[in-house]
Nanobody
């Protein structure tokens, strides 16, 4: 499994940005894709997750209502649309995936098996 994250950049507070995570190496039916982020000096934290099958989504409270995770099954790509960005959203963003049963919504780093490289998002005030 390979994950390739992209789309990071420097934006101003209030702007929007869309991250992409291209997945390859297998079919992902039955898998969950997650986005995490790690700010300088802080631990990596869960941001959002989506089930490849069914498209069910879940979010961290800190981004709920501002970020939207979605997927394009034909392209094997997951997106993270980030609106109303704040300086505290500044971090390296990572995508990750693991096989997950329908009722399992993983939020911890250790629960994920495969990781992409990060993409840096910087939000200036």
């Amino acid at each position: 499994v390979q994950l390739q994250a992209s789309g990071g950049g420097l934006v101003q507070a209030g702007d929007s940005l869309r991250l992409s995570c291209a997945a390859s190496g297998r079919t992902f039916s039955g898998y969950v894709m997650g986005w995490f982020r790690q700010a300088p000096g802080k631990e990596r934290e869960f941001v959002a997750g989506i089930k490849w099958s069914g498209g069910y989504t879940y979010y961290a409270d800190s981004v709920k209502g501002r970020f939207t995770i979605s997927r394009d099954n034909a392209k094997n790509t997951v997106y993270l649309q980030m609106n109303s960005l704040k300086p505290e959203d500044t971090a390296v963003y990572y995508c990750a995936t693991k096989r997950a049963i329908a009722t399992y919504y993983p939020r911890l780093m250790k629960e994920y098996d495969y990781w992409g490289q990060g993409t840096l998002v910087t939000v200036s005030s």
